[in-house]
């Protein structure tokens, strides 16, 4: 939901935003228009497309989510301390890379660690 508030309005769109393939993009927005998340609306500038937005219901979603992520990160740092969780975070992305990891891809799953096949 993130991308489409962010202006990936088509399966195309949200597909190269995420790295993900059309269809599968297709098969969520699917579920994001079942669950009332999005809804699709007529493109003023071109009356045969149809753009994607964000509920209501679907902005209340995502800040709920990015709550409960911050009472998450909250209790890690209480528990392991700033310092800690500093160097974890840098860990994790020295593992994964700060660039995003195309599940489309052959091979990803094979992916080493330092994100050669």
């Known amino acids: 939901m993130r991308a489409i508030a962010a202006g990936a309005d088509s399966a195309s769109d949200l597909g190269r935003h995420l790295s993900i393939a059309k269809q599968s993009a297709a098969k969520t927005i699917a579920v994001l228009l079942e669950r009332g ?9 071109d009356a045969r497309r149809k753009r994607l937005q964000v509920t209501p219901l679907g902005f209340e979603v995502m800040h709920q989510g990015e709550a ?10 209480r528990q392991l ?5 500093a160097i974890l975070e840098r860990q994790l ?11 489309d891809t052959p091979g990803w799953i094979a992916r080493d ?5």
């Open 37 to 45: 998340y999005v809804v699709r609306q007529p493109d003023p500038r």
């Open 93 to 103: 992305t020295q593992l994964v890379g700060s660039a995003p990891i195309r599940f």
């Open 81 to 85: 301390g700033a310092a800690e969780l």
């Open 68 to 77: 409960i992520f911050d009472e998450l990160r909250t209790q890690w740092e």
């Open 113 to 117: 660690l330092d994100g050669s096949a």
